[in-house]
């Protein structure tokens, strides 16, 4: 079955880094783009980035972009966020989520999250 | 961006009602429109893509159908499960966006 398994989250201060992490498993990897989407406490679900099934390509949301950086690991079947700069504003649970789509990105699995608190 | 809007943003309803959802865009995005429930504490989870086409194990109590701007979730007999959030999300152009969701309560 397909499984997603984000980590790598945790408290940072402002201005630092961090890189999350979303395993796969149960699918072949290498065949589908992949999306972070995240939560802020209490709040609703914001599309971060999307890559596609070879790396090649890269779509950011505005908030993300220049500071955030998605890739991808075939060989390991790992999905990357490296998260620079980082604002409280970026507090968020962080989902990775499999998109099926063929000419357009449709999402059907999710990760189980993994939570990113920004605060000095 | 393309804008999403849910109405309502919360309701309340019984088990065994019929519930209807509202997601409006700001622009056409044709059938590109999916949606998701989520539970408190858990990720979301995907019922609905192309407006109107259940994911793989959904329960056929759920249903989509709208096309353009204008779309709607129908739980047909609201069941103790069917108490979450759900999410709109257009996927016709990047970046993706969600509404705000709407809260199903008892």
């Known amino acids: 079955q397909v499984q997603l398994v984000e980590s790598g989250g945790g408290m940072v201060q402002p201005g630092r880094s961090l890189r999350l992490s979303c395993a796969a498993s149960?699918?072949?990897?290498?065949?589908?783009?992949m999306h972070w989407v995240r939560q802020a406490p209490g709040k609703g679900l914001e599309w971060v980035a999307v890559?596609?099934?070879?790396?090649?390509?890269?779509y950011y949301a505005d908030s993300a972009k220049g500071r955030f950086t998605i890739s991808r690991d075939n060989s390991k079947n790992t999905l990357y966020l490296q998260m620079n700069s980082l604002r409280a504003e970026d507090t968020a649970v962080y989902y990775c989520?499999?998109?099926?789509?063929?000419?357009?990105?449709?999402?059907?699995?999710w990760g189980q999250g993994t939570l990113v608190t920004v605060s000095s | 961006d393309i804008q999403m809007t849910q109405s309502p943003s919360s309701l309340s309803a019984s088990v065994g009602d019929r519930v209807t959802i509202s997601c409006r865009a700001s622009?056409?995005?044709?059938?590109?429109l999916a949606w998701f429930q989520q539970k408190p504490g858990k990720a979301p989870k995907s019922l609905i893509y192309?407006?109107?086409s259940l994911q793989s194990g959904v329960p056929s109590k759920f249903s989509g159908s709208g096309s353009g701007t204008d779309f709607t979730l129908t739980i047909s007999s609201l069941q103790p499960e069917d108490f979450a959030t759900y999410y709109c999300?257009?996927?016709?152009?990047?970046?993706?966006?969600f509404g705000g969701g709407t809260k199903v309560e008892i």
């Open positions: 989520a499999r998109d099926f789509g063929t000419s357009v990105p449709e999402i059907d699995y």
């Open positions: 149960g699918f072949t990897f290498s065949s589908y783009a």
């Open positions: 890559i596609s099934y070879h790396g090649n390509n890269q």
């Open positions: 622009q056409d995005i044709s059938n590109y």
């Open positions: 192309g407006a109107s």
């Open positions: 999300q257009q996927y016709n152009s990047y970046p993706l966006t």
